[in-house]
């Protein structure tokens, strides 16, 4: 079986395992992640932090987006970039935020160029995922979004931290070269 194959059948077995969870698991996951997370965010002092809205499963980052209102802090979610197939933007989100439905029925704010904050001035991107390993290698939907956005991160301002179920995690993912390990992955 090729690499491409054996991503492909880890993604629908993590996608099943993760949609197995009950109402009480997700909420309980939830309340855990936000707390790993605004220790994080405390820690390295971040105020820029981008987040995403969750969506078939992923953990919910509802309750970390209101903890960081309250803190005043400043949340961004992604958004598909119009003109740079395969990419993110990450726009400024608020309670007051218009939201629209992107082309995976994911809902991300309305395309705004003044609410727009170049890669540069993130602290801290935490990312959705589908699977893990103990090496900090993610591997998502499929699209590359967040591994073109991360490449070289190490290079640039912002940490990616990936957050995730529990049952998430495999022993080893197959990688392929444009991979982008995380530099750390919290697990609820």
Known sequence: MNI????????????????????????QAEQNITQKALAVIEQFQAEHIALYRSFDGEISTKLLIEKLWQQGKKVY????HPFSDGNLLFLAFNKDTPMQQNKFGIFEPKLDVRNVLPLYQLDLIFTPLVAFDKKGNRLGMGGGFYDRTLQDWQQKTFIPIGLAHRCQ???ELPVENWDIPLADILTG
């Open 4 to 27: 491409s194959s054996q991503r492909q059948q880890i993604r629908q077995l993590i996608r099943k395992k993760r949609q197995k969870l009950t109402a009480l698991e997700q909420a």
């Open 77 to 80: 979610l992604p958004v598909l």
């Open 169 to 171: 995690e495999v022993e």
